[in-house]
Each structure stands twice: as structure tokens, then as C-alpha cells.
């Protein structure tokens, strides 16, 4: 993993050149990517295509014999992923959660903030306005400006309009795009890649309230609940419960990645009280359209039962329980089909392909309109690389047009 994360961690972080494209600029790019691989030999060419395109399941039958482990860490190669264990390309899934680090030089390593996720963009909101920056929230944009194929702006949902000359978008592809835009400022083929967009999910997150940190039935003496409390069987159960949710029933036994960040940070619950985070799978990916809420509630129910199981007592300590489904990820939240990603992390959706093949650059039809959401390149999980990234192109197009002035 250390050797595949020296040869894609450098890739997460340039722009996608245009691969096909004949204008000597873009063949310049492809060239430069070409030169950037130069010193790959057979073996890494070979390790890398295998990554591509092999299943999870089969990537860590080289490697491990437990069924347990194999279980446990397959995980990384489903988060929010619709796909099963065994199908091809979750093991790029795993690679893409496993070659970061959190600034520690730690390949793999996951932080918790302090203050949760909200401190993060605290965090954030501070720095952008020690800039000057102006921050609204709940100000929704209806539509965006465009003159001329240039955007000047953005309308909000209450008519105030927006103007400026750089316009940057963080919404879902199919939200800015097939929404806020109306269809004949776009490409024909542009707006049917759009259209086509995978954005497929069978996540629901259950936030949990404690009392007291759970007591494990094997080990009653164990405290350390900083890393991950997994539910996690087998291959064959994971591979089992992605089957049902595909044929439209919600998994009979989830399988759920849990943390509970208030060991590290106490601050997010009263003193002795716990929060606990459980990212689960699979439901239908059909319930961000129509979400039957009984059903819902029974899958939660079935995963607190699993944690039960290994830690009797569980479910008696729960203070209160947030379940939230597919439907309200995309309803409230901006997240199409309910995916984390704004977009499957499938091979042909990555790369030069994300969100469309000759956009992947950050760079839209729209002159003066960027897009950094999750959905480009580098997007999926909390990276900031589409938007470091993103921004790195509006500074190059704007030295440019000053050059040409």
C-alpha cells in the first residue's frame, strides 16, 4: 500500500489532463503524465491495474487468511460505495480511504477533530473571513447567472441576485448543472454525461447518545474505543447483505463502521456521556427517492441489536437515537441518491472522467464557472483537494487573461 500511495498520492493531486484531446496544450498535459510515470516498471504498471480493477475480497485473499481481519478491513473498500465486497474496483475503494494521512507521515491514519465536524468548519469559516470572506448560510442559489456563455452571478431562492465574475460551485454535478442552469447554456453531450452520473448509495448514518462506554462480552476489562468498534462478520455476510439491499430489501444484518470520538474529545457530550457514530450498509439506493421510514427504523434496530451481541448491555445505554437514511442525505443535505461521494468511486468515474470526460480539469462550459465539489477529481471523503485544486486553475486563468491584457 506504502509503494501504490508514492505513485497515486502525487495523482490525487494535479488536475486531470484531456485525454484525447489534439490541441497542443492538452497533448502537452498528457505528455507531462506520461513523463510523470516514466520511472514505473512492469511490476508497479501490473500492481496498479490489479488495484483498478480487483475486488476487495480478492486484493486482501493475497495477503491475509483470517476471515476476520479480511471482514474487518474490507470496510474501506465499501464506505459508500454500492457494491459488494466481491464486485471489481472496490479495491481502488480501499486504496482511495487507505494513501492519505492526517499530516503525521502515518500512511492510512484518520483523525478526529476536535469539536467533531462542525469544529472543522469553524475552523474554516474563521480563516475565510480573516480574509475578508462574507459567509451566508441558509441561502439556497436557484439559479446561476450566465451572459454570453460567461456566469456574472447567482439568483438565490429569494430573488437576491449575486453578482460576480468567478462563480464556484461545491453543489452535486446533477444539481448544479441540470438545475441551476438551464439546458441550453450547455453542450448536448456535456449535459448527457450529467444525466448519466452514477450517484448510487445504500448508507444510513445512526448517531447514538451513551450513558457509558460499552463493555465487551469477550474482553470486559477493554477501554480503548478510539479506533473503530466494527460490525463486520464475514466476506460472505458483507457480500449477503449488498445482494439483499440490491434486490430492494434493506440487509438483514448491516454491517456498520462505528467510532466514538468522545474518547478523544470529551468535549462533545457531557461529562461520563458518550456520542457514537455508525456509518452503516446497505438499504435499496431506491430509498433516497421514497424512503419506507418503519423499515428504516427496524435496519437501525438490527444494527444496535448487532452491537448488543458483542457488548451485552448496549442498547440500555443508548440516551437517545438519530437515524438518518438515504432520503434525507439527498433531500436536506445535497447529496443525490444519498451518496457521500457526490458520485460513485467506480473506474469510470474517476480521473479524467469526473464528472465528465473534457471537464475534469475544475473547469465547466460555462466561461468564469468552477466546480470543486466532491464529484472532481480528488473528491471523496474530507480531502479539500478538488478545492485546493479548483482554485489552482482560477489563479492560472486569471494570470493568463492578465498576460493577454
Same mark, same amino acid.
Given at each position: ?13 494535479? %488536475? ?13 498535459? %498528457? ?17 496498479? #491495474? ?14 491475509? @487468511? ?14 459508500? #460505495? ?7 474496483? %472496490? ?7 487507505? $494513501? ?5 507521515? #502515518? ?28 459567509? +451566508? ?22 430573488? @437576491? ?11 452535486? *454535478?446533477?444539481? &448544479? ?14 449535459? +448527457? ?60 444484518? *448491516? ?6 470520538? %468522545? ?16 456509518? &452503516?450498509?446497505?438499504? *435499496?439506493? #431506491? ?38 437514511? *438515504?432520503?434525507?442525505? @439527498?433531500? @436536506? ?51 479539500? $483537494? ?8 482560477? +489563479? ?5 487573461? +492578465?498576460?493577454?491584457?
Amino acid at each position: 500500500m506504502g509503494g501504490i500511495a508514492d505513485v497515486l498520492g502525487p495523482v490525487m493531486m494535479m %488536475t486531470p489532463p484531456h485525454l484525447g484531446s489534439k490541441r497542443p496544450g492538452d497533448l502537452l498535459d %498528457t505528455l507531462r503524465l506520461a513523463w510523470r510515470f516514466r520511472g514505473f516498471d512492469v511490476k508497479t504498471v501490473g500492481e496498479v #491495474t490489479r488495484l483498478f480493477t480487483m475486488s476487495v475480497a480478492d486484493l486482501l485473499d493475497r495477503f491475509f @487468511e483470517s476471515d476476520e481481519i479480511k471482514a474487518a478491513m474490507s470496510i474501506n473498500g465499501l464506505i459508500g #460505495t454500492w457494491a459488494g465486497p466481491r464486485e471489481p474496483g %472496490t479495491g481502488y475503494v480501499m486504496v482511495h480511504h487507505s $494513501i492519505g494521512d492526517v499530516g503525521d507521515g #502515518t500512511l492510512g491514519s484518520w483523525g478526529v477533530p476536535e469539536g467533531g465536524m462542525g469544529g472543522v468548519a469553524d475552523v474554516l469559516e474563521r480563516s475565510a473571513k480573516s480574509f475578508g470572506a462574507e459567509i +451566508r448560510t441558509s441561502a439556497r442559489v436557484d439559479k446561476v447567472l450566465i451572459s454570453d456563455g460567461k456566469a456574472q452571478g447567482v439568483v438565490l431562492e429569494g430573488g @437576491e441576485e449575486l453578482r460576480a465574475p468567478i462563480v464556484v460551485t461545491a453543489c452535486h *454535478p446533477q444539481i &448544479t448543472f441540470l438545475r441551476q442552469i438551464d439546458r441550453h447554456e450547455l453542450p448536448e453531450d456535456f449535459v +448527457r454525461d450529467i444525466e448519466i452520473w452514477s450517484s448510487r448509495s445504500g448508507t444510513v448514518k445512526v448517531n447514538l447518545a451513551l450513558s457509558s462506554l460499552p463493555k465487551l462480552a469477550e474482553k470486559p476489562e477493554w477501554s480503548d474505543f478510539s479506533g473503530g468498534f466494527e460490525i463486520a462478520p464475514s466476506i460472505e455476510q458483507l457480500e449477503t447483505s449488498f445482494e439483499e439491499a440490491r434486490h430492494g430489501t434493506a440487509a438483514s444484518l *448491516p454491517f456498520s463502521d462505528g467510532c466514538i470520538p %468522545t474518547v478523544l474529545d470529551p468535549s462533545l457530550a457531557p461529562e461520563g456521556a458518550h456520542v457514537m457514530s455508525l456509518f &452503516t450498509q446497505w438499504v *435499496p439506493h #431506491t430509498w433516497s427517492d421514497e424512503q419506507p421510514q418503519d423499515e428504516l427504523e427496524a435496519y437501525a434496530d438490527r444494527v444496535v441489536d448487532a452491537y448488543e451481541q458483542v457488548a451485552p448491555g448496549f442498547k440500555g445505554s443508548i440516551l437517545a437515537r438519530q437515524v438518518v437514511g *438515504p432520503y434525507e442525505v @439527498e433531500h @436536506e443535505w445535497g447529496l443525490i441518491g444519498g451518496n457521500i461521494f457526490h458520485g460513485e468511486l467506480s473506474a469510470n468515474q474517476l480521473f479524467h472522467m469526473r464528472p465528465a470526460p473534457g471537464y475534469a480539469d475544475y473547469r465547466t462550459p460555462v466561461q468564469g464557472l468552477y466546480q470543486c465539489s466532491s464529484a472532481t477529481h480528488g473528491g471523496g471523503g474530507v480531502t479539500g $483537494i478538488p478545492a485546493y485544486a479548483c482554485v489552482r486553475e482560477i +489563479r492560472a486563468d486569471r494570470k493568463r487573461c +492578465r498576460g493577454k491584457g
